[in-house]
């Protein structure tokens, strides 16, 4: 059974400062995902990380991809207030196979 | 990219009332489709898998007959939470996927049930 592993699970953090969001999944894989849910949204899609080694940046936030070590890293640079939300990493097979979703991490960035 | 509707976006009834929920992929055809549940503060769960022209294939712990799925075209599946109770009341994603093995996942905007 896949599970995924999302650390930490809240946090905060003061603008400007540079932090780093870890997902573990426990069996391969094709794809990891990372959404953004903003309070009473549905999801974000942000970055979909297809192979080993895989970088994908949009502003702040820089995901990486270790097949490897099933390990995914969502980076957030210099982070604003507008960047508070959850966010989920998400893992599957191809598009027509359900993911699994790691619990989220609340993130809370203060002045 | 994509676009995933769903509807209503909110919906409020009374318990044991039945409430149906449609999801519809709207520039593309899906031939499978997700309905996830989320409860407040807490991670999306998958429900049950939807296949178009074939029955949908519940989750452990999911009861098919209160959760009624039907996928009848490739553009629309439904969810019908039937004699809904406070405890159904949550936050119900669905999302659809293209008919090939590449495709994402697009995601709708989510329905918000409260059962009072």
Partial sequence: ELKVEQNPLFLSMQEGKNYTIYCNYSTTSDRLYWYRQDPGKSLESLFVLLSNGAVK?????????????????????????????????????????????????RLSVIA | GAVVSQHPSWVICKSGTSVKIECRSLDFQATTMFWYRQFPKQSLMLMATSNEGSKATYEQGVEKDKFLINHASLTLSTLTVTSAHPEDSSFYICSAAGTTSTDTQYFGPGTRLTVL
Avoid: W
């Fill in chain 1, 57 to 105: 940046q949009e502003g702040r936030l820089m995901a990486s991809l270790d097949t490897k070590a099933r390990l995914s890293t969502l980076h957030i640079t210099a982070a604003v207030h507008d960047l508070s939300a959850t966010y989920f990493c998400a893992v599957g097979n191809s598009g027509n196979t359900p993911l699994v979703f790691g619990k989220g991490t």
